[in-house]
């Protein structure tokens, strides 16, 4: 770590603060040898940080010969100014370890006017002793001022000997006396007069006068360095933990947005807040603080866009990009500048750029003691028929069932699917409309390797040899990634190295054979699926609508039987709308739960990673598998993530949910009071403010994040030209703007979970029903630009992107199509051309396990109203006539 960090810090001095900070950090490891503080510290591993020898407790030599070497050699260029600042670091060091290295624990420092010289008992007669008390009476005499009270550090100095060993002096007699079961939560008891409670006041001075003066900006808390900034968590850190203390909680929150950026570069900055009371009781980092946001009345006010659609898109697009006044106009008129009309209420709120939630990894006893995270015993209620029954979908569970029974191989799957699936030959598979690219030689051999592994009786788990297939958002060794587009945007990665996305990696690890890439709408950017580069899958319920997206092709691909499970991407309800318009289940996780790597997020505060299945059983083991956090990432595994409790508690925000249609509010109300009756729910009264403004400032941060990453939109569709120059046109302040406004909505839901903790949000997936296609073959070929069908569609979808929250859709039931009698009402289930509704729960950060859980609830409450399309495919029946003809082809 310490040569990681001179190679990555340039300037010297930034070195040197860095590796002090590190001496520090393996003096506290030396002192805590017999205690929990070294389990507080386990982040810094030994094959990390060259730690100190427990038994000797002396500083690591190799950092101490660093250290030594830029603090004494070549400074004669150097002023004395800059040589005096490192040799006082330097001493505040030492002196620290000194504190930290102390034996004789059990007795706290006597703060006393005396300066004379300690007297021995027999027992310290050794020279070795004699010479560290006396080196702890000259520090101590160092850290006091004239009136033989510790003297406040100068944080803002970065060069204070006072700094370092005052942090020291409370970390090693917070520590000091402690129990041998290491049960810290009480702090060691004291008298008011002690010397710590002085050291507890010079502290709190200093660090108060530090937060004041950047509440007021009057400083600029980043310029402090990286030591002071490490003493001052510690400071706050032992002050807070201790109920006896009068320091107020909120005060350390100050710094959590610097933190958050420390974290980011040093990750044992993250730690610190594990310590700390304010951040400890929900066991997450950057979590929002709790506070209620404005009661404002609820009202909406949109201006009509108009819709264009065919050639004219192309003249459209064309005077968006090249004048200025049209562009401007059509920005407004969208509501974009509807942020201006609150600036007076959220102008002074924290911006948040950055909406992750960091939940902090459960020991393994705190894991055992939560129990299981899914309850899998909900599968029951649903899978109740009898095995393949042809009137229900088939799940994940059903073909690995088939692979065990010997009745079909991974192998006679695929060879079943891929004629269906056909891009190239002299004719097409039926649904290859759902796909961009298929390699037929990477498939089968993984489908023969997943064989292989079944006949020898060793399948590598649930997921092996199950069909699957990736959106064209993610990377995968031998295809290429255009994103929707007629470019290439595959990840170039170094010789020898995967392009393969982390988390399909995982897919592929588990046995899942990937059928490929497919779908989507050109760079995700519009909510109908619609693509006139690569051709747009239909909506598999009825031809004459869209899929929804941008994952038209997951959806579709899971929708019509092909794979029971599919990885899509959303940034504004991309999983969720295709999900609910195909009558498939999506889950939304956590912002960043699942990693891109290597791969870039190309929407990176508001786009994740995440799968649709077609039954919440393959959806939960699909989940797992890719969940599985990359080394790079903060996030702790599965298995460690604390989840908040499952209360059975759902929030309704009924003014909102009566902007969906009325067919769409019928479907969601009836199977919320079907959830409530037979599955005990709770339901609750919510409000969330400025709801409208909310969801223009995710589609403005969305946009103006795309618009800077594709500048040159030669060769992009006309739709998304005009979408492109909307965001080009935001102004920097407007974006400002709708950062506090996430802050602030980040804090009321905060405030929400914090009166009812573990509610689920409940709304519809969508507003409306479905999206049809209304331009005919001229739509699909030139493409659609319809502002008031996407807001429509994005009604609810937007807050879990813009918040960082994980939200799941499962199937509500259908309404009649456009067109025909009672348009908009419920349908039965054998109305011709029905268009699916979905339902979605929105959940508090890192409550996937919740969200899963309701999911099985709601599958099994709504199994009766569901069915499956016309397009279906039985893939299972397929597979056995497959695995037949080969029989006999073998006895022949």
Known sequence: MANLALDYLADREAQLTWLLCLMTLDRMIALSAHSRCCEKLSFLHPNKLPLACPSHHPVSKD????????????????????????????????RAGRILQRKNLEEPFDFSESESEPEFDAWTDDEPHRDRVRGIEKDKRGMMDQRGKPKAPDFWSGHDPQVLSLSAMLVREYYAGQPEDGNLTTPRQRDGDSWLKDCEEAALKACRGVMNMHRKKEVDIQK??????????????????????????????????????????????????????????????????????????YAIERNPNPVIRGPFLVVAAFLMEWVRFIRETAWKNAGFGSLRKIRTIIENVEPRYDPTVYPLALSAGEAKERGERVQLS??????????????????????????????????????????????????????????????????????????????????????????????????????????????????????????????????????????????????????????????????????????????????????????PLALGSDGGGSIRIPGSFCSVFGLKPTHARLTSWPGANHSPTCAVQGPLAVDMQSLVAAYEAIAEPHPSTQFPPLAL?????????????????????????????????????????????????????????????????ASTLLFDTSGITPANKILLALGRTTPSTDYLLAQKLRGMLMQHLAHLWKTYPGMMIITPTTACAGSPIRGGKSELSYGVNDGNYTLQSMEYVWLANFCGLPAITVPAGYVIPEGSKDAGDVADRDVEGKIPVGLMATGEWCSEDALLQFGFDAEAAGQEIRCKPPIWEDVISRARDEARANRDAVRE
């Open 63 to 94: 950092v101490e010969q660093r250290v030594r070497s830029l603090s004494w050699t070549n400074y004669e260029r150097r002023s004395e100014a800059a040589i005096q600042r490192l040799s006082s670091m330097h001493e505040g060091v030492v």
């Open 224 to 297: 402090l360095s990286m030591v002071s900034m490490f003493c001052i968590m510690h400071n706050l850190t032992i002050i807070v933990r201790d109920d006896a203390s009068n320091f107020a909680c909120k005060f350390a929150k100050t710094f959590q947005p610097i933190m958050r950026k420390y974290a980011v570069r040093w990750p044992f900055a993250l730690e610190l807040f594990k310590m700390s009371k304010n951040i400890s009781e929900r066991n997450f980092f950057n979590y929002p603080e709790a506070q209620e946001g404005p009661r404002v009345p």
């Open 378 to 563: 909900s599968l029951q209620q649903y899978n109740t028929s009898p095995a393949f029954d042809t009137s229900r979908f088939y799940s994940a569970a059903d073909y690995r069932d088939l692979y065990l029974s010997g009745e079909v191989t991974p192998v006679d799957v695929v060879r079943a699917i891929l004629p269906l699936i056909q891009l190239d030959g002299p004719q097409r598979g039926k649904h290859a409309h759902a796909w961009r690219e298929i390699r037929i030689d990477q498939i089968m051999r993984a489908a023969e390797a997943s064989t292989e592994r079944y006949k020898n009786k060793q399948p590598l788990g649930s997921l092996d040899g199950v069909p699957s297939a990736i959106k064209d958002d993610y990377d995968l060794d031998g295809y290429s990634t255009s994103l929707g587009s007629m470019k290439e945007y595959a990840e170039i990665p170094a010789e020898g190295e995967s392009s393969t996305s982390w988390i399909v990696r995982k897919l592929e690890e588990a046995g899942v054979v990937i059928l490929g890439k497919l779908a989507m709408h050109e760079f995700g950017l519009d909510t109908t699926g619609n693509n006139p580069n690569h051709g747009t899958p239909p909506n598999p319920f009825n031809p004459r609508y869209y899929t929804g997206g941008s994952s038209s092709g997951p959806a579709y691909a899971v929708s019509s039987g092909l794979v």
């Open 641 to 705: 993530q604390p989840s908040p409790p499952v209360t059975k508690v759902l929030g309704i925000f009924d003014a909102w949910i009566s902007r969906a249609a009325p067919g769409v509010q019928s479907l969601v109300r009836g199977l919320v009071e079907s959830l409530a009756a037979k599955h005990g729910y709770t339901l609750v009264p919510i409000d969330i403010p400025f709801p409208a403004e909310g969801q223009m400032a995710h589609a403005l941060t969305v946009l103006t994040d």
